[in-house]
């Protein structure tokens, strides 16, 4: 459906170097990165507001690579959802087909159904600059859809809301992709956002394209380093590795870890903070790992407690508050750390 | 107790800042106000009189007329760099800027020798043109200088009115299917015409007043600024001061009028 083939762009002070990527027709696709990653440059790439240096863009089947944005039918909402300021929300959403000289009759029609669609009928001849962020939200996902896009594009679209309203309006926009079967392209900084919406996830950082995968394996089996620590696994371990009875035991010097992997020789690997578990008694069991250790910091994570424990090694996990208080945990506790070979992700 | 210190401070230099603003209102209210006030109370009959003469109604209108072509011109030509200077950055930009701005500092009288040099009949672009067109004693004249005076008050405005549209809203608008020039004039220019309208109203307001630099090119057909100033040569205050009151409340209708229509 979107073929992006060895993309290079230098703008400002953003750049993009050979990003190769592949979005199927229907699929939710999350571009994460941090900030200045060129996550917006690529997104506006796509939509035809910059030429490529060098590469291709291919979007069913046509190369658009120079076609002008009006020629490439993609919907494209931004951060602050850029509402004409001088057109009413009716006028707003009408915009697209208005230019595309299509009868009036059938405006009425299609800005009427996709208004009640998006649940903003009520609004209808509200100035935008009235309109709360998730309404406005609303309104500029009805001003892309209305024209039947092939594509559309998010630039960080949930970041100016308030927590409440990012909740509601992650599952909305899910649901609506889903229902619609819109090709969507989702760029955001924010792992949770990622996690939550992406049937596939593109890992972005310093305008390469890291990791592409589905949200359990960029989350759980990061490519490398870089990514572990920014998809949140602070566990991150260098050791030496040698399999023994088709496990690999792993010697990190001050301690020993099991892990499923057919690595050998020097290796780092990472665990998931939330994979490990906390005991006040240690039992040991096949295939798992069990260290003995002492809380050195607490530091509470609204509705979860991030635990640092000393183990030999450092261990961040994160469990839930009622555990937390049903353990009697406390810094300085002594505490047993366990998590299973197969959490175990050998880099 | 804190609190109603620091109020009293900020009502102190509200109260010192209400002095200055009155005193600055006043100098303009008083310099405007007199000739007008005194040509309505003390001599109303010369003034109707000067409302019916010919001459005078011929050369107001002209003033008005000469200055709308010159703010028409302004906006066609002038609207385009103002979109340019608001949009990119490119080397020399600084340079634009400055020349543009040129015209509010070079005094009219050396702008009127210089338009002069260049339009007269064997000028730079006046001979070239001559078959064609005539400046010297004749509207194109006036209307040259006019613009010229008047370049950066259209420019400045619609510049500031351009760099008010955030580009993501053109961005938009292209994704939605509009050519660049839909964007333009179905999203910036009715976004920044608040600016548009500002610049028009100031560049033609600037023309209407333009003596010096009209003269020399052009002292005839006489602009209101040229005849006020022959009467007043001619026949001192009493002659020339209705048909500067005259022009002035024109001019005030014409300007609140803009005003209502920009809110």
């Given at each position: 459906?979107?073929?992006?083939?060895?993309?290079?762009?230098d703008?400002?002070?953003?750049?993009?170097?050979?990003?190769?990527?592949?979005?199927?027709?229907?699929?939710?696709?999350?571009?994460?990165?941090?900030?200045?990653?060129?996550?917006?440059?690529a997104?506006?790439?796509?939509?035809?507001?910059?030429?490529?240096?060098?590469?291709?863009?291919?979007?069913?089947?046509?190369?658009?690579t120079?076609?002008?944005?009006?020629?490439r039918?993609?919907g494209f909402?931004y951060?602050?959802?850029?509402?004409?300021?001088?057109?009413?929300?009716?006028?707003?959403?009408?915009f697209?087909?208005?230019?595309?000289?299509?009868?009036?009759d059938?405006?009425?029609?299609?800005?009427?159904?996709?208004?009640?669609?998006?649940?903003?009928?009520?609004?209808?001849h509200?100035?935008?600059?009235?309109?709360?962020?998730?309404?406005?939200?609303?309104?500029?996902?009805?001003?892309?859809?209305?024209?039947?896009?092939?594509?559309?594009?998010?630039d960080?679209?949930?970041?100016?809301?308030d927590?409440?309203?990012?909740?509601?309006?992650?599952?909305?926009?899910?649901?609506?992709?889903?229902?619609?079967?819109?090709?969507?392209?989702h760029?955001?900084?924010?792992r949770v956002?990622?996690?939550?919406?992406?049937?596939?996830?593109?890992?972005?950082?310093?305008?390469?394209?890291?990791?592409?995968g589905?949200?359990?394996?960029?989350f759980?089996?990061?490519?490398?380093e870089e990514?572990?620590?920014?998809?949140?696994?602070?566990?991150?371990?260098?050791g030496?590795?040698?399999?023994?009875?088709?496990?690999?035991?792993?010697?990190?010097?001050?301690?020993?870890?099991?892990?499923i992997t057919?690595?050998?020789?020097?290796?780092k690997?990472?665990?998931?903070?939330?994979?490990i578990?906390?005991?006040?008694?240690?039992?040991?069991?096949?295939?798992?790992n069990?260290?003995?250790?002492?809380?050195v910091?607490?530091?509470?994570?609204?509705?979860?407690?991030?635990?640092?424990?000393?183990?030999?090694?450092?261990?961040?996990?994160?469990?839930?508050?009622?555990?937390?208080?049903?353990?009697?945990?406390?810094?300085?506790?002594?505490v047993?750390?366990?998590?299973k070979?197969?959490?175990v992700?050998?880099? | 107790?804190?609190?109603?210190?620091?109020?009293?401070?900020?009502?102190?230099?509200?109260?010192?800042?209400?002095?200055?603003s009155?005193?600055?209102?006043?100098?303009v209210?008083?310099?405007l106000?007199e000739?007008?006030?005194?040509?309505l109370?003390?001599?109303?009959?010369?003034?109707?009189?000067?409302?019916?003469?010919?001459?005078?109604?011929?050369?107001?209108g002209?003033?008005?007329?000469?200055?709308?072509?010159?703010?028409?011109?302004?906006?066609?030509?002038?609207?385009?760099?103002?979109y340019?200077l608001?949009?990119k950055?490119?080397?020399?930009k600084?340079v634009?800027?400055?020349?543009?701005?040129?015209?509010?500092?070079?005094?009219?009288?050396?702008?009127g020798?210089?338009?002069?040099?260049?339009f007269y009949?064997?000028?730079?672009?006046?001979k070239?043109?001559?078959?064609?067109?005539?400046f010297?004693?004749?509207i194109?004249?006036?209307?040259?200088?006019?613009?010229?005076v008047?370049v950066?008050?259209?420019?400045?405005?619609?510049?500031?009115?351009?760099?008010?549209?955030?580009?993501?809203?053109?961005?938009?608008?292209?994704?939605?299917?509009?050519?660049?020039?839909?964007?333009?004039?179905?999203?910036?220019?009715p976004?920044?015409?608040?600016h548009?309208?500002?610049?028009i109203?100031?560049?033609?307001?600037?023309?209407i007043?333009?003596?010096a630099?009209?003269?020399?090119?052009a002292?005839?057909?006489?602009?209101?600024?040229t005849?006020?100033?022959?009467?007043?040569l001619i026949?001192?205050l009493?002659?020339?001061?209705?048909v500067a009151?005259?022009?002035?409340?024109?001019?005030?209708?014409?300007?609140?009028?803009f005003?209502?229509?920009?809110?």
């Amino acid at each position: 459906m979107i073929r992006i083939k060895g993309l290079y762009k230098d703008w400002k002070e953003f750049s993009l170097k050979n990003i190769d990527l592949e979005i199927k027709e229907g699929e939710y696709f999350v571009i994460l990165g941090p900030t200045g990653a060129g996550k917006t440059l690529a997104l506006e790439m796509i939509a035809g507001f910059h030429s490529p240096d060098k590469g291709e863009i291919w979007i069913g089947g046509q190369n658009l690579t120079d076609a002008p944005p009006e020629d490439r039918n993609i919907g494209f909402i931004y951060q602050d959802y850029s509402l004409f300021p001088h057109l009413d929300v009716k006028e707003n959403v009408e915009f697209g087909l208005k230019l595309k000289k299509v009868s009036k009759d059938k405006i009425e029609e299609k800005t009427r159904d996709i208004m009640e669609l998006l649940g903003i009928s009520h609004l209808s001849h509200r100035q935008p600059s009235t309109l709360s962020g998730g309404e406005q939200q609303k309104v500029a996902i009805a001003r892309a859809m209305v024209v039947n896009p092939r594509v559309l594009l998010l630039d960080e679209p949930l970041s100016a809301l308030d927590s409440k309203t990012q909740d509601r309006l992650r599952d909305e926009l899910k649901q609506l992709s889903e229902k619609q079967g819109l090709t969507m392209i989702h760029v955001t900084h924010d792992r949770v956002e990622a996690m939550a919406l992406g049937d596939r996830i593109g890992v972005l950082m310093d305008g390469k394209l890291r990791q592409v995968g589905t949200p359990q394996q960029i989350f759980h089996r990061p490519l490398n380093e870089e990514i572990a620590s920014f998809v949140g696994i602070d566990n991150i371990y260098e050791g030496e590795s040698r399999i023994e009875n088709g496990i690999a035991r792993i010697n990190l010097g001050e301690l020993e870890i099991e892990a499923i992997t057919g690595k050998e020789g020097k290796v780092k690997l990472c665990v998931r903070p939330e994979e490990i578990t906390i005991l006040r008694k240690g039992s040991r069991s096949s295939a798992r790992n069990l260290f003995e250790g002492r809380v050195v910091r607490v530091s509470e994570r609204y509705p979860l407690m991030k635990l640092t424990i000393d183990a030999g090694k450092e261990f961040q996990a994160v469990i839930t508050k009622k555990s937390f208080l049903e353990l009697n945990l406390k810094e300085g506790s002594r505490v047993y750390v366990s998590f299973k070979a197969s959490s175990v992700h050998v880099l | 107790m804190k609190k109603t210190t620091r109020g009293g401070k900020h009502g102190k230099m509200l109260v010192l800042f209400g002095i200055a603003s009155f005193l600055i209102v006043s100098f303009v209210v008083i310099i405007l106000g007199e000739p007008v006030f005194t040509q309505l109370v003390f001599d109303l009959e010369g003034f109707i009189e000067t409302c019916k003469d010919p001459e005078v109604l011929n050369c107001i209108g002209l003033t008005i007329g000469t200055s709308f072509m010159a703010t028409g011109i302004a906006f066609l030509v002038g609207t385009p760099l103002a979109y340019i200077l608001a949009r990119k950055k490119f080397f020399g930009k600084r340079v634009i800027e400055s020349i543009i701005d040129l015209p509010i500092m070079v005094p009219h009288m050396i702008a009127g020798i210089a338009i002069f040099s260049v339009f007269y009949r064997y000028g730079l672009i006046g001979k070239p043109l001559s078959p064609i067109v005539k400046f010297f004693d004749a509207i194109p004249g006036i209307v040259v200088a006019m613009l010229f005076v008047s370049v950066p008050f259209f420019i400045n405005p619609v510049r500031e009115g351009f760099q008010s549209v955030d580009p993501r809203l053109e961005k938009v608008a292209r994704s939605l299917g509009a050519t660049e020039w839909k964007a333009f004039y179905k999203i910036t220019f009715p976004i920044a015409y608040k600016h548009i309208l500002a610049g028009i109203g100031m560049s033609w307001g600037r023309g209407i007043s333009e003596f010096a630099a009209v003269i020399i090119l052009a002292y005839y057909p006489m602009v209101a600024s040229t005849l006020i100033y022959e009467r007043f040569l001619i026949g001192g205050l009493e002659y020339s001061r209705p048909v500067a009151v005259l022009l002035m409340l024109i001019c005030l209708g014409i300007f609140i009028s803009f005003r209502s229509v920009r809110k």
